[in-house]
């Protein structure tokens, strides 16, 4: 995009970009358009040369002249004339032009974007042409002055700074209130808005000729901005109810701070409600583990019920594979109480299960080799739980009917976990080199608890499709939509 004698191609580029993310503020204090008119290839013999509008921006200040997207246009300087007197100069240049397919004329200011003493581009501000004569008032000539002298920055090289930070959805705007600070640090003009935010500060007297540590407000941002010459961004909490974000831009002259530019919001609402965000995510880490804790009591209650049975027997069985259920939905909820969040990272789920499954193995002396190929990636919170249940009920089948205690089988008994993500559907795999499936098995006419708990969770809960074979073993896939699959 940017080719340009004496300066990197990607650093001059970078220096572009600063400048469009902050123009923004540059449409709002000139009540006008921004183009950006890049060259794209050497002088002609006769000194013309074609621009290609990299960027528009419109102000939210003042009326637009440009109705259509303009970016990407090939211009020739012919066709601009004023672009290329600015180009070949290097200097400011301003005069009339007129507006695409309307004809009408419109007030243009074109300015060389310099950087590291290299000439990028060039940016035009058009606005349109006053009529009757209409004085402006003091906040526009205010506004307009400060854009001045910010495009003679930017023609210097000296706007945006390398160390510029992107404004975000809640940085400051022109609309939000604008101080203008002398070079003392003191104020030479605040907009009614920004005296509405120092009246919300508790701030009611006069400002004008006054510094902010004046009026009882901190102005370290001030101070950084003036002794580096560099943008600061702060926030200042005037009450413990009132909260302001603070942006000064200093302003240079040329190299010397001669004032800055400071711009403010009033975040107390924003603050208030990501507090009240913190706070909510802090509620319900709390109730996911407290859930936990309640859930592991009861496992331990049948855990201790099963110590007084006969290991073996139906009750013992039953209130073993109820604890171990317990487990897995516990399991879960100590997941979300480190992190509530929509997404739950189901692969730390898998390990903790196969840990349970490798506790029920009937033989100690004819131990099974598990082992876990893929990553489950994230799933939706809520399709954790019975996720982790029909996982669970699926090793622990495995460990059950593949391998028998008293049947024969092979030496090395191995149950494999096979997963894969791919953002639309979860696949899930279970595979055993064990005894098979018994002949005329179907799910549909499966009448154990565990695979009706497996059936009933994958095409009921999980909206997901279950199929188990025999291949070599029993094979167990499942497939559940999760994401966009899902809506």
Not at 67 to 78: C, E, H, Q, S, T
Not at 131 to 139: D, I, S, W
Not at 179 to 197: H, M, T
Request: include cysteine; aromatic fraction near 4%.
């Amino acid at each position: 995009m940017v080719k340009a004698e004496g300066a990197p191609a990607d650093q001059g580029q970078a220096h572009l970009q600063r400048l469009m993310a902050v123009w923004g503020m540059l449409a709002d204090l000139s009540f006008s358009d921004l183009l950006l008119f890049v060259p794209q290839d050497a002088a002609g013999d006769d000194g013309s040369r074609r621009f290609l509008i990299g960027g528009q921006m419109r102000p939210t200040t003042g009326q637009t002249v440009h109705r259509d997207d303009l970016v990407g246009r090939l211009i020739d300087d012919a066709d601009r004339p004023l672009v290329g007197r600015a180009w070949r100069l290097g200097q400011i240049v301003e005069g009339e032009v007129a507006v695409d397919g309307r004809g009408e004329p419109a007030r243009a200011q074109c300015i060389p974007v310099r950087w590291n003493g290299t000439l990028l581009a060039v940016l035009t501000r058009e606005a349109p042409i006053a009529v009757g004569g209409r004085r402006p008032g003091e906040l526009e000539r205010v506004y307009v002055e400060t854009f001045d002298r910010l495009a003679r920055m930017i023609m210097r090289g000296e706007f945006p700074n390398e160390v510029e930070d992107a404004p975000t959805a809640e940085s400051p705007r022109v609309g939000d209130g604008i101080l203008l600070l002398d070079a003392s640090g003191r104020v030479a003009y605040a907009s009614p808005n920004a005296v509405n935010a120092l009246h919300r500060m508790r701030i009611y007297s006069n400002v004008e000729g006054l510094r902010l540590d004046e009026m009882g407000v901190e102005e370290t941002a001030i101070q950084k901005a003036f002794f580096h010459g560099t943008p600061v961004t702060e926030e200042i909490e005037r009450q413990p109810d009132v909260i302001v974000l603070l942006r000064c831009i200093p302003l240079l002259e040329p190299g010397t701070v001669t004032g800055a530019l400071v711009l403010l919001r009033d975040v107390t609402d924003l603050r208030r409600r990501d507090r009240l965000l913190v706070s909510k995510d802090a509620t319900i880490r709390e109730v996911h583990h407290r859930v936990k804790n309640n859930l592991q009591t009861i496992g331990s209650l049948l855990r201790l019920q099963a110590r007084r049975l006969t290991r073996g027997d139906d009750a013992w069985v039953a209130l073993t594979d109820a604890e171990r259920r317990i487990r897995s939905i516990a399991l879960v909820h100590e997941i979300l109480s480190r992190d509530p969040s929509q997404q739950v990272p189901f692969t730390d789920i898998i390990g903790p299960l196969v840990r349970m499954a490798q506790e029920g193995v009937l033989s100690p002396e004819r131990p099974v080799r598990f082992s876990v190929l893929g990553r489950a990636g994230e799933v939706p919170a809520e399709l954790a739980t019975p996720l982790a249940v029909v996982l669970t009920e699926l090793l622990q089948n495995a460990v059950e009917h593949a391998f028998p205690f008293s049947a024969e089988g092979p030496d090395d008994r191995r149950v494999e976990v096979v997963l894969h993500n791919d953002g639309a559907v979860l696949s899930v795999a279970v595979r055993d080199n064990g005894l098979g499936l018994p002949p005329g098995f179907t799910i549909e006419a499966a009448d154990s608890l565990g695979l009706s708990i497996v059936r009933d969770l994958v095409t009921g809960q999980l909206t997901g499709s279950l199929d188990i074979r025999t291949d070599g073993g029993t094979v167990v896939e499942l497939a559940v939509p999760i994401g966009a699959a899902r809506r």
